[in-house]
Nanobody
Framework: QVQLVESGGGMVQAGDSLRLSCVDS????????MAWFRQAPGQEREFVAT????????YYAGSVKGRFTISRDNAKNTVYLHMSRLKPEDTAVYYC???????????????WGQGTQVTVSS
């Protein structure tokens, strides 16, 4: 069973950096591709980044490419999202998700965390 818990959100200023973490309390973390999505108020949940089962392959949404980095540590059952040069438009609830393929569509992911709020002020 996959159980995902995100942490690391908070309130920061534009230009700051923040690192989100997502821990899986189960025993099958390395079998899943991992992703981060985000949802701003009044908007649909959107894809941010994904990484393969083994560290190496990653893919990013155009809006975050070059500013955000997804990584994972299978020994710690943890996936990270390092966010730099944050902008007010990055404000959202950030969710991690586990799936079987590196995909950008929400329905491709089987398990979701509860989300962590990131607020970026100008």
């Amino acid at each position: 069973q996959v159980q995902l818990v995100e942490s690391g959100g908070g309130m920061v200023q534009a230009g700051d950096s923040l690192r989100l973490s997502c821990v899986d309390s189960g025993r099958t973390f390395s079998q899943y591709t991992m992703a981060w999505f985000r949802q701003a108020p009044g908007q649909e949940r959107e894809f941010v980044a994904t990484c393969s089962r083994n560290p190496g392959n990653t893919y990013y949404a155009g809006s975050v490419k070059g500013r955000f980095t997804i990584s994972r540590d299978n020994a710690k059952n943890t996936v990270y999202l390092h966010m730099s040069r944050l902008k007010p438009e990055d404000t959202a609830v950030y969710y991690c998700a586990a799936g079987l393929t590196m995909a950008t569509q929400r329905h491709e992911y089987l398990y979701w965390g509860q989300g962590t709020q990131v607020t970026v002020s100008s």
